[in-house]
DNA sequence: ACAAGATATATCGACTCCGAGGTAGAAGAC
DNA sequence: GTCTTCTACCTCGGAGTCGATATATCTTGT
């Protein structure tokens, strides 16, 4: 997804994609070539991206890489749709909102955030004693427990504020354009 | 590492054992069978820990699970001295805080904290353009990756505020347990 | 002229993990 | 009685990823 998501942007060649996602996933850490390649190469078999050779401009020839229709309407559908762990995975999740904005109709992308937002809305009960009741904070005695629900409670909170806060904003917007559109 | 994380506190058995790992991991998404028993298995090879089965109490019988001295070392050595990825994978990071406690010593604790908060002070940047230079927050133009990056600042602002506050308690600690052991 | 090093693409084997499926025991439904 | 459901454990095949390795090209230093 987030090849197709850099290549929407402008054309690129495989190095530079490289280091592109490398600076976006988890955090720079390098995707593999032995991950790359083979990717890009399946993403061509499904048309998804034509391939031209360029002289490189300080080295070896360069593949520059292009989205299609058909890799842009893919990419459209895994943020329209995405799977559960895009969502519920910190770092596939910032991955996707890296790329929402090609999903250009703001209802649908209010919908994307609205699904994040729902999910961050349940309680994170991570820890619990022999019987397997749940153990509040207050109650951990290890001091990195008890940080670790902190910093989750308050990233949380970061967050759902600012989803909240779009999603009001892109409804408002689809609002208006629906309007428009029935010419009131 | 979780396994033997949680054998620590108590002995427990395989599916008691993936309930605990799923609320934790991710946030909620279960351990595949697939994954655990296999697992548990090389654990019990390499002596890390003892199986003893027990009749179940609801079902069919159980494999209590018990933390040997080797799987204890074995956990204690993953703690000191982390693979990269346990720092720099959020996800991964948050296993690791959970089960910090049982790495006793506060000044290895210390030295833990301070590699996360090292590599949390590396500025991110998170998105370039076609000549590969870096763009700042505000010149982005997808509200999207905006957020991300506020976002991204926010939450590693929290964090870092709690390590900082934690590395010093933790240092505090080591010095009074030196200085009686001096006796000082 | 030639070696060294950065750029750039590609492949292969090993490893990890998951999901689907299977076994089996006990409790509760009808 | 037997059927279903929940608990509990286990295995296999496939998908995905990585690290090592190979190759080609261009630049730079000597």
């Known amino acids: 997804m987030a090849i197709l998501g850099f290549l929407r942007d402008f054309p690129l060649h495989g190095y530079d994609l490289k280091n592109r ?17 083979p990717t890009i190469k399946k993403l061509e078999d499904a048309q998804c991206l034509t391939r031209r050779t360029a002289p490189g401009s300080v080295a070896a020839p360069r593949h520059m890489l292009e989205i299609t229709q058909i890799g842009t309407d893919q990419l459209r559908r895994w943020l329209r749709d995405p799977e559960p762990g895009f969502v519920t995975d910190d770092n596939k999740w910032y991955v996707l909102l890296a790329f929402l904005h090609h999903l250009e109709n703001p209802r649908e992308q209010a919908l994307v955030l609205a699904r994040r937002r729902e999910f961050l809305d349940q309680p994170a009960q991570l820890f619990f004693d022999e019987q397997g009741a749940p153990i509040p904070a207050e109650r951990l ?44």
Chains 1, 2 share one sequence.
């Open 141 to 184: 005695e290890s001091p990195f427990r008890k940080g670790l629900m902190q910093i989750h409670r308050s990233t949380n909170l970061t967050e759902i504020d600012w989803l909240d806060r779009q999603i009001v904003d892109l409804n408002r917007r689809a609002g208006f354009s629906v309007r428009q559109h029935d010419g009131v």
């Open 21 to 37: 996602v490398a600076s976006l996933a988890g955090h720079v850490r390098p995707i593999a070539d032995g991950t790359l390649y």
